[in-house]
């Protein structure tokens, strides 16, 4: 059984906490897991699996969101995956 007590006394969440951006909910979980980034262009297609990224889960709805390492993370290896597909097409 849940500990009903621990889960009235909740104190609300400081207004600067992050929140889901489908739902909004403030209830979110660090998770590291595959990233699909489908790319769009001359590589319409194509799609970079990239790994270990560290997401936050919301709890609610399910919704995965990177985050700011997360999304460097991405960055850096969407860009060396997209000159690795260049130099493939040629």
């Known amino acids: 059984?849940?500990?009903?007590?621990?889960?009235?006394?909740?104190?609300?969440?400081?207004?600067?906490?992050?929140r889901c951006?489908?739902?909004s909910a403030t209830a979110l979980k660090r998770r590291i897991a595959t990233y699909p980034v489908h790319l769009t262009?001359?590589?319409?297609g194509k799609r970079l699996d990239i790994y270990r990224v560290e997401l936050d889960k919301c709890r609610k709805c399910g919704h995965l969101m990177p985050?700011?390492?997360?999304?460097?993370?991405?960055?850096?290896?969407?860009?060396?995956?997209?000159?690795?597909?260049?130099?493939q097409l040629r």
């Open 1 to 18: 059984m849940r500990n009903w007590f621990s889960w009235v006394k909740r104190d609300p969440p400081p207004p600067n906490a992050p």
């Open 21 to 23: 951006e489908k739902c």
């Open 41 to 44: 262009g001359k590589l319409t």
């Open 67 to 87: 985050t700011a390492e997360g999304l460097a993370k991405i960055k850096r290896c969407t860009k060396t995956g997209i000159k690795f597909f260049r130099n």
